[in-house]
């Protein structure tokens, strides 16, 4: 399965380095990071044998900087359009897991060819169409709610300035400590001194929480491979 990590507040170099080699232990096909920030805000994919860190690792001190994060192992949609994080002006999302359910999608299936979109695409789809409802917080979580297969999600909206994430199997923890929060797909991943202060996901329910500043997503591909 794929790995995530989401990082808010400020993180050194060396352990931001750390977690992002954790991720790639869970997936090595490609990788994405995606720095959110209100002044020079960037996006780096790889293939997984090509990952440069020294090139990818930015200075984070910034107090109000958001690293979202993704190595992924392919099950469907294998072209390089689909490494995560998935971007577009409003949104920046990562997915771990496989959706096996798309009733409530437009189409009914996405066949596993390198053209087509992968699962974590058509949702990242329709969420976007779903932030423009009335209600967008309940319309998003009713259709988490609606599919079956393992989903963790966590994805930042611009307009709101908010970040949300989602389980439906537990595989999603957090830890808040005095510099930043951040969200990992492995409990063990956590350094160990922050595992004793890590709390699970409930399964089922959108969450959510307001970051500070007006930041920026920038959205653009620049894929390296292999």
């Given at each position: 399965m794929c790995g995530i990590f989401i990082s808010y507040g400020s993180i050194s170099r060396k352990d931001l380095k750390y977690y992002l080699k954790k991720i790639t232990l869970r997936g090595?096909?490609?990788?994405g990071i995606s720095y959110?920030?209100?002044?020079?805000?960037?996006?780096?994919?790889?293939?997984?044998?090509?990952?440069n860190?020294?090139?990818?690792?930015?200075?984070?001190?910034?107090?109000?900087?958001?690293?979202?994060?993704?190595?992924?192992?392919?099950?469907?949609?294998?072209n390089e359009k689909n490494t995560q994080p998935l971007t577009n002006n409003e949104l920046c999302?990562?997915?771990?897991?496989?959706?096996?359910?798309?009733?409530?999608?437009?189409?009914?299936?996405?066949?596993?060819e390198q053209t087509n979109k992968s699962d974590t695409a058509v949702l990242f789809e329709q969420?976007?169409?779903?932030?423009?409802?009335?209600?967008f917080f309940s319309e998003i979580e009713r259709y988490?709610?609606?599919l079956t297969g393992e989903i963790n999600l966590v994805f930042y909206v611009k307009s709101t300035n908010q970040l949300f994430y989602y389980t439906n199997n537990g595989s999603l923890f957090l830890n808040k400590n005095n510099k930043n929060i951040i969200l990992f797909s492995e409990k063990?991943?956590?350094?160990?001194?922050?595992?004793?202060?890590?709390n699970q996901i409930n399964s089922n329910k959108l969450y959510n929480f307001s970051l500070k500043d007006d930041l920026k997503i920038y959205n653009s591909r620049n894929y390296k491979k292999i």
């Open positions: 090595k096909d490609t990788f959110i920030n209100s002044e020079n805000p960037k996006t780096f994919y790889y293939s997984y044998k090509n990952i860190f020294n090139e990818c690792i930015l200075s984070t001190e910034s107090k109000n900087s958001l690293i979202i994060a993704n190595s992924r192992l392919i099950t469907n949609g294998s999302m990562v997915h771990n897991g496989i959706v096996l359910d798309y009733t409530d999608l437009e189409s009914n299936s996405i066949e596993l969420i976007s169409s779903l932030l423009n409802t009335k209600n988490l709610n609606s063990n991943f956590f350094l160990k001194k922050y595992r004793k202060h890590v």
